[in-house]
């Protein structure tokens, strides 16, 4: 219970951020850097940095790689499972005690297992489930929000 109450939490501050990053953008006011530094309250977590890097750098990879199309999906999973390895061994090989990253490793765990799945059922409908699993993750992973 005590998770689902930090869940909703979490779910709150979000979008407590997005309405106030929505009103700057509304009245010209850019100053969203700062906004966004106060929403964090934390220093940098070197862990999670690393394992955000990766995750939007196979954003922008897949991104890159455009639309899915029909029977064209192979190199969308072939980026989906480089994730998926790179999380794993980030998560294994981290030595930082971040504790913000082990925070996420169950989260990050399960993305790279339904990535790895996707694959296996390798269809255009998986493709894209697995872009926007990827896509979520380095959203979330931007609002430090679970």
């Not at 850019?30 to 964090?40: F, G, I, L």
Request: glycine share 6%; charged share 25%; hydrophobic share 40%.
């Amino acid at each position: 219970m005590s998770d689902t109450v930090l869940h909703i939490a979490a779910s709150g501050r979000r979008a407590d951020l997005d309405s106030a990053l929505l009103f700057l953008e509304r009245h010209g006011i850019d100053d969203t850097a700062s906004v966004q530094e106060a929403a964090d309250g934390t220093q940098s977590a070197p862990g999670l940095d690393k394992v955000r890097t990766l995750i939007c750098d196979h954003a922008d990879r897949l991104c890159a790689a455009g639309p899915v199309a029909e029977g064209a999906h192979g190199q969308i999973f072939d980026i989906c499972n480089d994730l998926s390895e790179a999380l794993n061994d980030a998560i294994t090989d981290d030595e930082t005690g971040c504790a913000e990253l082990q925070a996420w490793e169950s989260e990050l765990y399960a993305a790279s297992d339904k990535l790895v799945l996707m694959g296996l059922e390798n269809d255009t409908r998986s493709a894209t489930d697995a872009v926007a699993i990827v896509m979520q993750l380095s959203r979330d992973l931007h609002h430090r929000a679970i």
